[in-house]
């Protein structure tokens, strides 16, 4: 599925009917592009009362993705303080989270949905499709291991999204720098990795140059990057890449 979703973001017929299932890349892009790292603005670091990454996050703020403060009650001090046990396990049913997300997204009458029908539809033919190929399985057993595998298959893909997400600097209010440039590459970290792993990582390794060209390919990402760390060392501005495991860490 994980092969699939990639291979749906360049141009694939069926992109559509999966689009619904990549809202949150589609539906953050704005911010990506402005207020990316803001815990009151950035839906990508809201995850009160399950995660929080940073202990701003236990003072009640508001979301402004969301229109709600988002509460730190005892449920949430309870969850989080087993966060560092719970990461990994919650992240292999992380895309239930996505199916919820599209479902409030595409029927949310005071959001602006582009292609709102075509949505529904893509997700009606997904929703008919999934149980369909569950139902030519022999046992229920079996059904159940192929729905599970597919869940944590794509658990990947979420960790690859949370490593950049999770290990920058984050803030409340305005973005710090008074340049675009600068405000992206202060608070985002790339994934240095083998060129043998680029099969792995589909691009998602290159998290600054997705940020600053966000209309760009991931396949051609690799080739701005050499382009993007020239000019941070020319002007003097932070650029920030981890290992896999350091980032995990």
Request: glycine share 2%; net charge positive; with cysteine.
């Amino acid at each position: 599925m994980v092969l699939l979703l990639n291979f749906a973001r360049f141009k694939c017929p069926l992109h559509w009917v999966l689009v619904t299932i990549l809202w949150n890349a589609l539906n953050t892009i704005d911010q990506d592009t402005g207020q990316h790292m803001g815990l009151d603005y950035d839906p990508d670091l809201q995850h009160i009362p399950v995660f929080a990454v940073s202990s701003r996050l236990f003072g009640n703020i508001k979301s402004y993705f969301y229109d709600r403060h988002l509460k730190f009650d005892a449920l949430s001090r309870f969850l989080i303080s087993y966060q560092h046990w719970t990461f990994y396990p919650v992240l292999c049913f992380t895309r239930l989270n996505l199916y919820v997300q599209t479902f409030l997204l595409l029927f949310s009458l005071s959001r602006n949905v582009p292609d709102r029908l075509y949505n529904i539809m893509g997700t009606a033919v997904f929703l008919t499709w999934f149980p369909l190929l569950l139902s030519c399985l022999p046992s229920w057993p079996e059904r159940l291991m192929f729905a599970l595998a597919c869940f944590v298959v794509c658990s990947i893909q979420h960790l690859q999204f949370y490593l950049n997400h999770f290990a920058p600097n984050v803030y409340v209010g305005p973005p710090s720098g008074n340049v675009w440039f600068e405000k992206h590459t202060s608070r985002t970290v790339d994934i240095s990795c083998s060129t043998r792993m680029d099969w792995f990582f589909c691009g998602y390794q290159f998290q600054l140059e997705h940020h600053l060209f966000p209309r760009l390919p991931r396949a051609q990402l690799k080739k701005v990057s050499p382009l993007v760390t020239y000019l941070c060392k020319k002007h003097n501005f932070p650029y920030r890449s981890l290992t896999f495991v350091d980032a995990n860490l």
